[in-house]
T-cell receptor, first 114, second 112 residues
Framework: NAGVTQTPKFQVLKTGQSMTLQCAQD?????MYWYRQDPGMGLRLIYY???????DKGEVPNGYNVSRLNKREFSLRLESAAPSQTSVYFC?????????????FGEGSRLTVL | GESVGLHLPTLSVQEGDNSIINCAYS??????FIWYKQESGKGPQFIID?????DKRQGQRVTVLLNKTVKHLSLQIAATQPGDSAVYFC???????????FGQGTRLTINP
């Protein structure tokens, strides 16, 4: 799993429900990322965290919040889920500080919003 | 189950042939490029990367070519095997951006 663990792996929500996707890395690296992947599209960046205590918006942040709880954990929260948020969500970690090389991805969390 | 889209560009090759997957990138300031492989139901896996000060880089059975003049990147897979069936994504970044921007992806299928 490239040192990245995501939970849950599958989730079904009703419109308006909230939930948090959890992500933890075991490599003690600074940068972590949340992407979403929709049919026919590549991965799009939702939020990222260059280091503990900092978060920044990516390409598609609306409807999401994130928390970098500590160096290991980076969670993604949907406060009021919408059907448009049905997607596969991937958490990733980088190497060291900032983007100095490739990202390592978790196995994904498949979310369906009814 | 399927983890990526139904309408991706598709490349079909015979087992044992060489595959060439192409990617056009958008940002002329990008200086780092990477290819990922994604198998069904899994997260993307790193294949090979290249920086803009190079135009070719080789790995095990894979070669990445970079043409900055036309903003084009390609991935060549030698002697394609059934295990190479997957969706392949290129991604780009530039120094200080701290994030990768992914292309749409290409589905590679292997004919026996």
């Amino acid at each position: 799993n490239a040192g990245v663990t995501q939970t849950p792996k599958f989730q079904v929500l009703k419109t308006g429900q909230s939930m948090t996707l959890q992500c933890a890395q075991d490599m003690n690296h600074n940068s972590m990322y949340w992407y979403r992947q929709d049919p026919g599209m590549g991965l799009r960046l939702i939020y990222y965290s260059a280091s503990e205590g900092t978060t920044d918006k990516g390409e598609v942040p609306n409807g999401y919040n994130v928390s970098r709880l500590n160096k290991r954990e980076f969670s993604l929260r949907l406060e009021s889920a919408a059907p448009s948020q049905t997607s596969v969500y991937f958490c990733a970690r980088g190497r060291g500080t900032g983007l100095t090389g490739e990202l390592f991805f978790g196995e994904g969390s498949r979310l369906t919003v009814l | 189950g399927e983890s990526v889209g139904l309408h991706l560009p598709t490349l079909s090759v015979q087992e044992g042939d060489n595959s060439i997957i192409n990617c056009a990138y958008s940002n002329s300031a990008s200086d780092y490029f990477i290819w990922y492989k994604q198998e069904s139901g899994k997260g993307p896996q790193f294949i090979i990367d290249i920086r803009s000060n190079m135009d070719k880089r080789q790995g095990q059975r894979v070669t990445v070519l970079l043409n900055k003049t036309v903003k084009h990147l390609s991935l060549q897979i030698a002697a394609t095997q059934p295990g190479d069936s997957a969706v392949y994504f290129c991604a780009e970044s530039y120094q200080g951006a701290q994030k990768l921007v992914f292309g749409q992806g290409t589905r590679l299928t292997i004919n026996p």
